[in-house]
């Protein structure tokens, strides 16, 4: 049966209603809605820069000593050390008999100078410095740091010319020059490198030693022996009559020698003669051997000078057996 008539005409009626409250909302957001005011621009981005730590400016002072050390300023006139004293490339350093200094640069490098040796600075930075041991001896301790290579060289003088030069990033070793070209170095932490003035060098590892001798390549580094060769030719006999006698021995090649606390050349064989002066009375003699790996040989020799007795002058009168006698040439009564 068809539906009524009424109800026909409802249902688009409905639809109508329907769509036309679904539209108001729509209607009102696209015609009625303002406008909303227009975002400002985004900021532009800002770039942190993180702050540029200050470069600490590279500072070698003299931090400690003992005995007679002295310093010299480029050209200038030598002065007596003084504690922290800031020292500077083309500033000379030397160390008296019985002496001995330290010199730090920053918490890079430790040297160690013993008696009787001389030492110039040559350059400093925070990468590199670089020192020149004219004769004598010196340990340099070298430590490394977090995010900086710090690179310590010690040369040793031969004269006017270079002889050899120790480098290291980190590190313990000795370098002792005998100041005729005869250079020595023995490691203890860490690898050195060992390089004669031609550039030809070797890796001396710890506990090895290496010897540059005048005019030669760098030896094979061996292990740093526990003792040390020291073998003495004293004047024959105790009385002396000169007040000066000559000294002879013979050491390791790479062995430092003192006679009485002052440092004597050695040849490239070991072999040294020294005179030394002597006074009235007893005189001891003291000879010591160092090598770069600490271990020492000492002798000793007690030398007795005996002056003998200024001449008679003619006229004077000796007494001998209780008769005067004339020392001129005359007879006794």
Known sequence: MAAPPSRKRQVPFLVGLVLILAALPVGWFV??????????????????????????????VLSHFEGNVDVRHGEGAWESARKDMPLRPTDVVRTGPGAWAVLLNGES???RMESDSEISVEELSDQLSSMLLANGM??????????????????AKNGKDNAAEASTTQGTF????????TVSVGTREGDVKLANNEGKYVIVRAG???????????????????????????????????????VVGQADPDSRVMVDGVSVPTDKDGRFTVNVALKKGSNTVQVSAVDVGGARQDAQRELVLVTPPAPKKPGTLEVETGVFRESAGGTSP
Do not use: C, D, Y
């Open 31 to 60: 015609f009625l809605r303002e406008t909303p005011a227009p975002l400002p621009p985004p900021a532009p981005k800002r770039t942190v820069t993180a702050p540029v730590a200050q470069k600490k400016a590279v500072e070698l």
């Open 174 to 181: 000795t370098m002792s020059n005998n100041g005729k070209g």
């Open 208 to 246: 090895q030693r290496s010897i540059v001798r005048p005019g030669q390549v760098p030896t094979e580094p061996v292990p740093i022996p526990s003792t040390v060769f020291l073998k003495m030719e004293w004047p024959a006999g105790k009385t002396q009559r000169k007040p000066e006698v000559a």
């Open 138 to 155: 010196a340990t340099a301790t070298v430590r490394g740091r977090p995010n900086v290579r710090h690179t310590f060289v010690l040369k």
């Open 109 to 111: 490098v430790e040297l």
